[in-house]
């Protein structure tokens, strides 16, 4: 039974297309894995500052661990990147899966994600392309291509993926800004994007449970055009690339995780947290100022509250959240609230939405403030 389990189990992760993160659903936050806050009221920033100034003022005393919990003592250190790294890595494992997200929010209303999959049992390669349009954050076109390993080519060297000889992306760096560009062009039968990527923050790469992550393009600027429903449309905006890879049936043992970004006028934040259990999680977060470099948030000064849940597909699903995150030189305090979801189930097992979201706040780094307005994306999974 358990190698029925285990077949399933990377079944699933193969073929199931995703950047995000999953969330425990039945708790309203955690400290840590240390202190559970239970309630639905949001008068958490007292409490969060109150929490951060008692651990500043007594840092010899501790709180109790969860010591069975082995995303417990994960910690997050990002690293620079070069164009190699997110070229296709490949796998020594038996079965991988690996791909390149994309999304981009753009000024006429319009989002669009889209996804490059490679999957692999037993040195057998099948590739999936994905491309989902959304108007308003209202899902407008779903389109999942699938090729074979004859079909496709990927470069271990730079980022690069053709399909049946055609160019899909490229990345390379411009020798006169020193800026990393990507060229996007993927097509389905009833839409296509055609969009070029401008970064304007710093790339980033780190280990996560079960996986690597590499943020490529924590933001970039995006131009060019979508087309649905016969119609070509030119667009601008801002958008974000990033690469996993290592990622095989083990990933499936987490509980899931969440994941989402956000943006100010000059500074970008990459978020996450992975759930080990139901009630044990970790988080992420990664600060990018635009032109200069990233630094990370230590786990133990990022909280994150959740709250109006909604039930969908028979489970409760939060559609309020605020990140806060305290330290001696930086503070943040944002409210997401989500505008629509997209709901996927893949083989009955796992479940996946993806968020549009109204994101409203302040950051405040190295004693000067920013305001964050906008919508972004963000994606919730759970495995199980």
Same mark, same amino acid.
């Given at each position: 039974?358990?190698?029925?389990?285990?077949?399933?189990?990377?079944?699933? !992760?193969?073929?199931?297309?995703?950047?995000?993160?999953?969330?425990?659903?039945?708790?309203?936050?955690?400290?840590?894995?240390?202190?559970?806050?239970?309630?639905?009221?949001?008068?958490?920033?007292?409490?969060?500052?109150?929490?951060?100034?008692?651990?500043?003022?007594?840092?010899?005393?501790?709180?109790?661990?969860?010591?069975?919990?082995?995303?417990?003592?994960?910690?997050?250190?990002?690293?620079?990147?070069?164009?190699?790294?997110?070229?296709?890595?490949?796998?020594?494992?038996?079965?991988?899966?690996?791909?390149?997200?994309?999304?981009?929010?753009?000024?006429?209303?319009?989002?669009?994600?889209?996804?490059?999959?490679?999957?692999?049992?037993?040195?057998?390669?099948?590739?999936?392309?994905?491309?989902?349009?959304?108007?308003?954050? !209202?899902?407008?076109?779903?389109?999942?291509?699938?090729?074979?390993?004859?079909?496709?080519?990927?470069?271990?060297?730079?980022?690069?993926?053709?399909?049946?000889?055609?160019?899909?992306?490229?990345?390379?760096?411009?020798?006169?800004?020193?800026?990393?560009?990507?060229?996007?062009?993927?097509?389905?039968?009833?839409?296509?994007?055609?969009?070029?990527?401008?970064?304007?923050?710093?790339?980033?790469?780190?280990?996560?449970?079960?996986?690597?992550?590499?943020?490529?393009?924590?933001?970039?600027?995006?131009?060019?055009?979508?087309?649905?429903?016969?119609?070509?449309?030119?667009?601008?905006?801002?958008?974000?690339?990033?690469?996993?890879?290592?990622?095989?049936?083990?990933?499936?043992?987490?509980?899931?995780?969440?994941?989402?970004?956000?943006?100010?006028?000059?500074?970008?934040?990459?978020?996450?947290?992975?759930?080990?259990?139901?009630?044990?999680?970790?988080?992420?977060?990664?600060?990018?100022?635009?032109?200069?470099?990233?630094?990370?948030?230590?786990?133990?000064?990022?909280?994150?509250?959740?709250?109006?849940?909604?039930?969908?597909?028979?489970?409760?699903?939060?559609?309020?959240?605020?990140?806060?995150?305290?330290?001696?030189?930086?503070?943040?305090?944002?409210?997401?609230?989500?505008?629509?979801?997209?709901?996927?189930?893949?083989?009955?097992? !796992?479940?996946?939405?993806?968020?549009?979201? !109204?994101?409203?706040?302040?950051?405040?780094?190295?004693?000067?403030?920013?305001?964050?307005?906008?919508?972004?994306?963000?994606?919730?999974?759970?495995?199980?």
């Amino acid at each position: 039974m358990k190698y029925i389990r285990l077949l399933v189990i990377t079944i699933i !992760v193969i073929n199931f297309s995703f950047t995000s993160a999953g969330i425990n659903l039945f708790f309203i936050d955690d400290y840590s894995g240390d202190i559970l806050i239970e309630g639905t009221q949001k008068p958490i920033n007292n409490i969060y500052k109150n929490i951060y100034n008692f651990r500043s003022a007594c840092p010899n005393i501790r709180f109790p661990q969860n010591h069975n919990d082995p995303v417990d003592d994960f910690i997050f250190s990002p690293e620079n990147i070069t164009l190699e790294d997110d070229a296709l890595h490949r796998s020594n494992s038996l079965h991988f899966t690996e791909w390149w997200y994309f999304d981009a929010v753009f000024n006429n209303g319009y989002t669009a994600q889209m996804n490059i999959r490679i999957s692999s049992i037993l040195n057998q390669d099948v590739l999936n392309i994905r491309l989902d349009i959304y108007r308003e954050g !209202v899902l407008l076109s779903h389109e999942v291509k699938r090729y074979l390993q004859w079909d496709f080519y990927a470069s271990t060297d730079i980022p690069f993926v053709e399909i049946q000889g055609k160019q899909v992306m490229k990345g390379f760096i411009d020798e006169t800004t020193g800026k990393w560009i990507y060229n996007f062009q993927l097509e389905c039968d009833k839409t296509s994007a055609n969009l070029q990527f401008i970064g304007t923050t710093q790339g980033w790469k780190g280990s996560i449970p079960n996986g690597q992550w590499a943020v490529v393009l924590p933001k970039a600027e995006v131009n060019g055009s979508i087309t649905i429903f016969n119609e070509e449309i030119n667009v601008t905006g801002r958008g974000y690339h990033d690469h996993n890879w290592e990622i095989t049936a083990f990933t499936g043992m987490n509980y899931g995780w969440f994941w989402g970004k956000i943006n100010a006028e000059t500074l970008t934040m990459t978020w996450a947290k992975i759930m080990n259990t139901r009630l044990w999680g970790q988080s992420l977060l990664v600060i990018n100022k635009d032109n200069e470099g990233y630094t990370t948030i230590e786990a133990d000064d990022i909280y994150l509250f959740t709250s109006d849940f909604h039930v969908d597909k028979g489970m409760l699903v939060p559609h309020s959240f605020t990140l806060e995150a305290y330290n001696k030189n930086f503070s943040l305090s944002v409210n997401m609230e989500v505008i629509e979801t997209h709901h996927e189930r893949m083989f009955g097992i !796992v479940n996946y939405w993806r968020y549009h979201m !109204v994101c409203n706040g302040t950051i405040n780094c190295d004693s000067y403030t920013e305001i964050i307005e906008e919508i972004q994306i963000a994606e919730f999974i759970r495995f199980r």
